[in-house]
C-alpha cells in the first residue's frame, strides 16, 4: 500500500495536481462576521478576498488536536500508512497540536506507521515539497525515501513575498497605522521571505510596482539555482496583473515558461490581504531520482 500524503489549507497547489497525486488538505479554520469556517470547504479564498474589500475582518485558528487525533486514528485503523506535512512552525501552532495527537496515538497503537514532518513552509513553497513527494509516494517510495526527500527541500525551498495594500497588515496588528497610511500612499511595499526558522521576516522596501517585480526577480537570481530547469511556484490574493508581471519578466530573465500559478490561499491570506504577490523556487535545484 503506497503512503499517503496529507497536508494543510495554508498549502496552496493546483487542484489537478491534488487530485493526480491524492493529496489530502485539513482545513484551518478561518472566522469572519462571528462565524466559522473551514478553509477551502466552507468558505473560498476568492470569497475571503472580495468580502476583505469590503472591511470584513477575518483571521485564523489553528488546527485543533482534536481535529488531528480523529484523522490520523481512522487511517491507523484502516492500516494505511501516511506523512503529514505541516506548514511552518514558525507561523501557526497547528504542527504542535499534529505532533501532540501523533505522540498519543503511537503510545496507543505502537506498530501503526506514520510521520509528522514541519516543513518550515507556506503557501506554494509546502506545495512544493507536498507535490514532489507525493508524486514519489505514488511511485511506492518507502517511508524513509521520502521523508529523506522532503529534508531535502525542506533545507532548500525559499520563499519571497510582497503585500500590496498595507492596511490589511494594520487590520491584523502588524503594522502600526501611520505606517499604513504613509506606505500606501508612497506606494511603498515591504519585501518579506521565510527564514530559516519558517518565520516571516522583512528584507527590503520598495517603492513602486516595476522596482518591486524587479526586485524579486533580482532574488530569483541571487538566491535560486538552475531557474530554467525547475518550476516556479506564484500564489497571489486576487491579484493576477501582478503576477502575470513577474512571469513576464522573470521568464524573459531565465528563459523559461515553466511557472505554476495560484490564487493564494485564505489561510495566508486573511493575514497579509488582497493583492498580495507570492513566490517560491528552490536554492539547490535536483531532481529527485525516480523512486
Same mark, same amino acid.
Given at each position: 500500500?503506497?503512503?499517503?500524503?496529507?497536508?494543510?489549507?495554508? /498549502?496552496?497547489?493546483?487542484?489537478?495536481?491534488?487530485?493526480?497525486?491524492?493529496?489530502?488538505?485539513?482545513?484551518? =479554520? $478561518?472566522?469572519?462576521?462571528?462565524?466559522? =469556517?473551514?478553509?477551502?470547504?466552507?468558505?473560498?479564498?476568492?470569497?475571503?478576498?472580495?468580502?476583505?474589500?469590503?472591511?470584513?475582518?477575518?483571521?485564523?485558528?489553528?488546527? @485543533?488536536?482534536?481535529?488531528?487525533?480523529?484523522?490520523?486514528?481512522? +487511517?491507523?485503523?484502516?492500516?494505511?500508512?501516511?506523512? =503529514?506535512?505541516?506548514?511552518?512552525?514558525?507561523?501557526?501552532?497547528?504542527?504542535?497540536?499534529?505532533?501532540?495527537?501523533?505522540?498519543?496515538?503511537?503510545?496507543?497503537? @505502537?506498530?501503526? $506507521?506514520?510521520? $509528522?514532518?514541519?516543513?518550515?513552509?507556506? /503557501? =506554494?513553497?509546502?506545495?512544493?515539497?507536498?507535490?514532489?513527494?507525493?508524486?514519489?509516494?505514488?511511485?511506492?517510495?518507502?517511508?524513509d525515501e521520502l521523508i529523506k526527500q522532503?529534508?531535502?527541500?525542506i533545507k532548500h525551498v525559499k520563499h519571497?513575498?510582497? $503585500?500590496?495594500?498595507?492596511?490589511?497588515?494594520?487590520?491584523? *496588528?502588524?503594522?502600526?497605522?501611520g505606517t499604513a497610511i504613509i506606505g500606501?500612499?508612497?506606494?511603498?511595499? @515591504?519585501?518579506?521571505?521565510?527564514?530559516?526558522?519558517?518565520? +516571516?521576516?522583512?528584507?527590503?522596501?520598495?517603492? *513602486?510596482?516595476?522596482?518591486?517585480?524587479?526586485?524579486?526577480?533580482?532574488?530569483?537570481?541571487?538566491?535560486?539555482?538552475?531557474?530554467?530547469?525547475?518550476?516556479?511556484?506564484?500564489?497571489?490574493?486576487?491579484?493576477?496583473?501582478?503576477?502575470?508581471?513577474?512571469?513576464?519578466?522573470?521568464?524573459?530573465?531565465?528563459?523559461?515558461?515553466?511557472?505554476?500559478?495560484?490564487?493564494?490561499?485564505?489561510?495566508?491570506?486573511?493575514?497579509? *490581504?488582497?493583492?498580495?504577490?507570492?513566490?517560491?523556487?528552490?536554492?539547490?535545484?535536483?531532481?529527485?531520482?525516480?523512486?
Open positions: 500500500m503506497n503512503i499517503k500524503i496529507i497536508t494543510d489549507s495554508a /498549502c496552496d497547489i493546483l487542484e489537478d495536481d491534488r487530485d493526480a497525486y491524492d493529496i489530502e488538505i485539513m482545513p484551518v =479554520y $478561518v472566522t469572519g462576521d462571528t462565524k466559522n =469556517y473551514r478553509d477551502g470547504i466552507d468558505i473560498t479564498s476568492e470569497l475571503v478576498y472580495k468580502n476583505m474589500r469590503s472591511g470584513v475582518r477575518y483571521k485564523t485558528s489553528q488546527i @485543533p488536536y482534536g481535529d488531528f487525533f480523529k484523522r490520523f486514528e481512522a +487511517l491507523i485503523l484502516e492500516k494505511q500508512p501516511f506523512i =503529514y506535512l505541516s506548514f511552518s512552525s514558525g507561523l501557526s501552532g497547528t504542527y504542535q497540536a499534529a505532533t501532540l495527537a501523533a505522540r498519543d496515538l503511537k503510545e496507543t497503537y @505502537p506498530e501503526a $506507521v506514520f510521520e $509528522v514532518v514541519d516543513t518550515k513552509a507556506v /503557501c =506554494y513553497g509546502l506545495g512544493h515539497i507536498v507535490y514532489a513527494v507525493a508524486k514519489a509516494a505514488k511511485n511506492g517510495g518507502t517511508m522532503s529534508s531535502y527541500y519571497v513575498f510582497t $503585500v500590496t495594500d498595507l492596511q490589511y497588515l494594520y487590520r491584523g *496588528g502588524r503594522l502600526n497605522k500606501n500612499m508612497l506606494h511603498i511595499n @515591504p519585501l518579506l521571505v521565510v527564514d530559516e526558522a519558517g518565520e +516571516l521576516k522583512q528584507i527590503d522596501k520598495i517603492r *513602486g510596482e516595476k522596482k518591486l517585480i524587479k526586485k524579486m526577480v533580482d532574488y530569483l537570481e541571487v538566491y535560486g539555482n538552475q531557474m530554467n530547469a525547475q518550476t516556479i511556484g506564484i500564489s497571489h490574493a486576487d491579484n493576477p496583473d501582478l503576477a502575470a508581471s513577474f512571469v513576464k519578466l522573470a521568464g524573459k530573465r531565465f528563459n523559461t515558461d515553466n511557472f505554476k500559478i495560484v490564487q493564494l490561499g485564505a489561510t495566508v491570506g486573511t493575514h497579509t *490581504g488582497p493583492g498580495t504577490l507570492a513566490v517560491f523556487f528552490f536554492d539547490e535545484w535536483k531532481e529527485w531520482p525516480r523512486i
